[in-house]
């Protein structure tokens, strides 16, 4: 693909490019690659002015650049063809798109999935080896149902939706269109519930629903919990990564983004673009404001007013957290001085 077909693509996105200068200059772009593993022929990406550094030392062909004219005149200087946006790693992750689509299988249903006769099944929908699709279930046109899938009754699955091999959806499930869910991603199981009695647990049944709006992304071995009554629910765009648990009866807004291992105690409730990091602990029924973020391996036990960045165990504002971390570090040092200090103390007194 010629780099004047590339920019092409991206219309009004890439702000300026080398082209202007020189349209003569205009190599073939085989392919896309991080900027210090890229090989002639390829795209990168420098993101900002602190990896100028890259520019004159990358192999690659084309470089998608900040709006920096210093950058811009050093990759000219490098014999680098370049483009220049607002927001360089969106613009990469489109170019991917340019070279790269994920598998996506011929619509057929396989001879070995098992499909109870009340399911609906749409159009175009491909239902891979040993699939079980059981009573009751609605499955959209233009839906990829992977292998070893199991889609429990009552359940119902929105257009264009994926599910990846071995996952499984459970009772009283409603999945949207445009959503893609990992292997091993379990979604409506379910929740924790049990009451104390004199007798032992007792398990409290888990009636409820666990809804997900369209285009949610849901990453491996991920859990979603079914609530005892009411709904779990997971707002349009939010995206989720791999070994999640979002617990009974929590709400989660729309366009958030959860990382790896990040856990949610029932009930609780995010907002809308709330970002929580890797490892972050949510309590019992805490709530997230609009547009909150939670750095990793944050605990929080209350709730977090919109906007605001929150770090540590437990919680604290990310400002108060960083001035913490500058003490953590000259505890010893303090801990001499005070022992120190009192043995002074004591022999002034003696």
Not at 101 to 117: L, W
Not at 121 to 146: C, F, L, M, R, T
Not at 221 to 244: M, S
Request: glycine share 12%; with cysteine; aromatic share 6%.
């Amino acid at each position: 693909m010629k780099f004047s077909e590339i920019i092409s693509q991206f219309g009004e996105t890439a702000t300026n490019h080398s082209l202007t200068s020189n349209p003569d200059l205009d190599p073939e772009i085989i392919g896309v690659a991080a900027i210090d593993e890229a090989t002639n022929g390829t795209l990168s990406y420098v993101e900002g002015p602190k990896f100028g550094s890259f520019v004159s030392k990358t192999n690659a062909t084309a470089l998608i650049l900040p709006q920096d004219e210093k950058l811009q005149e050093l990759a000219q200087e490098n014999g680098i063809v370049w483009i220049s946006t607002s927001d360089p790693r969106l613009l990469f992750a489109k170019a991917i798109a340019l070279f790269y689509q994920p598998y996506r299988p011929v619509p057929e249903i396989h001879p070995t999935a098992v499909i109870h006769s009340s399911a609906k099944v749409g159009s175009d929908v491909y239902v891979g080896p040993y699939a079980v699709i059981q009573e009751g279930v609605e499955i959209g046109d233009g839906a990829i149902i992977h292998p070893n899938v199991v889609i429990y009754p009552d359940t119902k699955i929105g257009d264009r939706t994926t599910l990846h091999a071995n996952c499984t959806i459970h009772e009283r499930t409603r999945i949207g269109s445009d959503c893609v869910i990992h292997s091993g991603a379990v979604i409506g199981a379910e929740g924790f519930g049990f009451v104390p009695s004199r007798t032992g647990w007792l398990k409290m049944e888990q009636s409820g629903y666990t809804v997900l709006e369209d285009g949610v992304v849901v990453g491996c071995n991920t859990a979603i919990d079914r609530p005892a009554v009411g709904e779990t629910r997971v707002g349009r765009n939010t995206v989720i990564d791999n070994l999640v648990q979002i617990g009974h009866g929590c709400q989660i807004g729309s366009g958030c983004a959860i990382a790896g291992q990040a856990g949610m105690a029932g009930g609780v409730k995010l907002g809308n673009r709330v970002i929580l990091a890797g490892q972050v602990g949510i309590a019992n029924q805490v709530k997230m404001g609009d547009g909150a973020i939670a750095s990793a391996q944050t605990g929080i036990h209350s709730d977090v007013a919109p906007g605001e960045i929150v770090s540590g165990t437990p919680a604290i504002p990310y400002k108060l957290y960083l001035k913490v971390c500058a003490v953590y570090s000259r505890l010893p040092d303090m801990y001499q001085s005070l022992k120190q200090l009192q043995r002074k103390f004591k022999n002034s007194n003696d």
